[in-house]
């Protein structure tokens, strides 16, 4: 892709590309330029991540199941990639929404109402959708599709007692978003559905009231966010173009960076709202954070009405000045993030402005410098203002298929592919049939009415050549601690559960709800969701039933730590080795009284044999390198321990592996360029 392709020339191949933009406005339109040119894109920040086709129809289905007049939302699933319903379908579809709102007889718009998004969060489209009517007023596949989508809504609301990630997680599954992700050509995979999934978190634990219609009023305010929230913490990625906005940008570098819509009302953007004296949207200065950097109005009481008014002047140029100068250094940000090249670009149209734009001052003023000294770099091209005073892309017709087919080009490979799958499924049926039917078969039709014994040879065959072979599978670019302690471990076994995912056999103390890991939470006064992955436990090899919860409890406070109180408890980390993130959760870290810190991971379940314990220790290994990063303080200040509450012991390794350690361990598997 480009951003692996060479700078021209022998400069160095490019190993990260970010696109900086000063508003989320820009992210779909340039996401899909890129994309159309074969380039893996990530978009950071919830603003532009809600943009993203996936996200969209998420929130699409939240929207729908928060509130039943959230018809747009509706005509967002019903037009969307997975169902695709015609204009013909979508129009009956709105005549019996108006027949269920008892829409009196003569008053009927015209059908292409059904499109307005306007119109349709009046008229009870999802209840239409609930109850579409006679099936002959649709196609038979449409009524088919419209059906279906029925079906999964009422699933979903039926399950909308879960906490709020593991709602988003049935969603994502019931619609079958994980699948279209993981279908998508290049490396982004599920990276937009997973950062989703961490806003959900985010939320969930910080909220007050983690409700769905919070959260998707949370989303509202995030759309409309001209400089999008905070992003939280971001990574740099280097399969993909990454494109955000200037301010998530700070602190991160790329090898090249482009910088677009460097014009007029742009970047520089113009100032929303006014002085607080003139705009009620506007909070006084004085009741402001930052009011200390904020311009002040000088009044002491004895002016006439022209020193007012010429004192309000002032101070509302002072307050223009200062979001100038606030821009300028948001332009400083945005040219100082690159390590290699930088691209600056303006335009003099966008694709709705009534008038030419032009280049900006910041465009303008560095042109001016290249101009001046060549060997800081070169102006490429320099577009003098055009002749004409209409904008030519408002004059051109533009034409585009409804509903959009979601695999556009790739359609026909796609079919080609589905197609031979669909016949190897029919020869192999073709095969069990005929397999049944031979004397003296292992399992007849009559012996095996439901197919449970040849299931079952299926499995076991599928089970013993799995043992046998050797899989080889490139690591994702996010592993857990969990999956870590496997790769240490038995490297095969996560190899081939990389290959195959499938769920996991239910673990009493990997959830949550065990009583000794609520009732610690209790004791030291904390409750957070957690992932799966990062449930206490979820590393453990031995998972002891709850009835005796009362008996850990009592062995817990006659322990050491009952007598000291952490530093924290169920720390959240994400950390870079080698390229790939591990994520996890650490039980408690302590503050040692050398100066040092120990973290420890509580153990319910019985000591494991000594052949295990090294894979084991790499768990506290990761907990060890994380903590470590996360305090920028050297691995040597940090301890890590287990401490198996049953027994109450206490083990700590002394030969844990540090960043290196765990950066050989990863690369004992294949890298993508080996696979």
């Given amino acids: 892709t480009p951003a692996r392709g060479q700078l021209g020339g022998d400069g160095p191949l490019v190993r990260s590309a970010g696109v900086l933009v000063r508003s989320i406005a820009a992210f779909a339109p340039i996401a899909a330029e890129l994309r159309a040119r074969g380039v893996p894109v990530e978009v950071v920040g919830l603003g532009g991540l809600l943009a993203e086709p996936e996200v969209a129809d998420l929130v699409a289905t939240l929207r729908v199941l928060a509130d039943p007049l959230a018809g747009s939302a509706a005509a967002r699933l019903l037009t969307g990639a997975r169902w695709r319903i015609g204009a013909a379908d979508l129009a009956a579809l709105w005549r019996r929404a108006r027949e269920l709102a008892a829409v009196p007889e003569g008053n009927e718009d015209s059908a292409l109402d059904a499109a307005v998004a306007e119109r349709a969060e009046l008229t009870g489209l999802v209840d239409a959708i609930d109850d579409p009517g006679p099936a002959e007023r649709y196609s038979a596949e449409g009524y088919r599709r419209i059906t279906a989508l029925s079906r999964e809504l009422a699933g979903l609301r039926s399950r909308l007692d879960q906490t709020l990630p593991e709602l988003v997680a049935d969603i994502e599954r019931t619609m079958l978003l994980d699948v279209e992700a993981a279908a998508r050509p290049g490396s982004v995979g599920r990276v937009h559905l997973d950062a989703f999934a961490d806003v959900v978190t985010e939320f969930a634990e910080s909220s007050s009231s983690p409700t769905l219609s919070a959260f998707v009023d949370y989303l509202a305010a995030a759309e409309h966010a001209e400089d999008g929230l905070e992003p939280g913490e971001v990574v740099v990625a280097t399969d993909r173009v990454q494109i955000l906005t200037v301010h998530a940008a700070k602190g991160l570098e790329w ?12 970047f520089p953007a113009k100032r929303r709202g006014g002085c607080w004296l003139t705009s009620v949207t506007e909070l006084p200065a004085a009741l402001r954070g930052d009011r200390i950097d904020l311009p002040e109005l000088r009044l002491h009481g004895g002016e006439d009405r022209k020193q007012v008014a010429e004192a309000i002047q002032r101070h509302q140029e002072d307050f223009a000045q200062r979001h100038a100068d606030e821009e300028r250094r948001l332009c400083y940000v945005a040219l100082t993030r690159s390590e290699h090249t930088l691209l600056l670009s303006g335009h003099w149209w966008g694709e709705t402005a009534k008038k030419p734009l032009g280049p900006s001052v910041f465009l303008t003023e560095v042109a001016d410098k290249l101009r001046d000294d060549p060997s800081l770099g070169s102006v490429v091209e320099w577009a003098e203002r055009p002749d004409e005073e209409q904008n030519p892309y408002l004059a051109q017709t533009r034409e585009a298929h409804w509903p959009a087919d979601p695999l556009g080009q790739r359609r026909e490979a796609v079919a080609t592919g589905a197609a031979m799958v669909l016949e190897e499924l029919a020869r192999l049926d073709a095969q069990d049939e005929a397999a049944d039917q031979v004397p003296g078969s292992e399992h007849g039709p009559d012996d095996d009415p439901e197919s449970w014994a040849a299931d079952t040879d299926v499995l076991l065959a599928e089970r013993a050549r799995g043992q046998q072979e050797t899989t080889r599978v490139v690591l994702p670019d996010h592993m ?173 390794p002394v030969d844990l592996l540090d960043a290196d350690g765990l950066r050989d361990l990863l690369r004992s598997v294949p890298a993508a360029g080996d696979a």
Avoid at 255 to 266: M, S
Avoid at 524 to 550: I, K, M, N, Q
Avoid at 580 to 590: E, P, Q, Y
């Fill in 255 to 266: 090898q090249l960076v482009a910088v677009p819509h460097l014009v007029e009302g742009v």
């Fill in 480 to 652: 857990s601690v969990s999956q870590l302690v496997d790769l240490a471990a038995d490297p095969g076994a996560l190899a081939r559960r990389l290959r195959r995912p499938l769920p996991q056999a239910p673990n009493t103390v990997a959830r949550r709800g065990t009583a000794f890991h609520a009732w610690l939470e209790r004791r030291f006064g904390v409750a957070r969701l957690l992932d799966f992955d990062d449930l206490p436990g979820a590393a453990d090899t031995d998972a002891e039933a709850d009835a005796d919860a009362e008996a850990l409890r009592e062995a817990f406070e006659r322990s050491e730590w009952a007598h000291r109180t952490p530093y924290d408890v169920e720390v959240p980390f994400v950390c870079e080795v080698d390229g790939v993130l591990l994520r996890g959760r650490m039980d408690a870290v302590f503050a040692d009284p050398d100066g040092g810190w120990t973290v420890v991971d509580w153990k319910t379940g019985q000591m494991p044999p000594e052949s295990q314990q090294r894979a084991l220790s790499v768990q506290l290994a990761a907990y060890r390198v994380a903590w470590a990063s996360l305090n920028r303080i050297p691995v040597g200040k940090v301890r890590a321990a287990f401490h198996y509450v049953r027994s109450n012991r206490t083990v700590r």
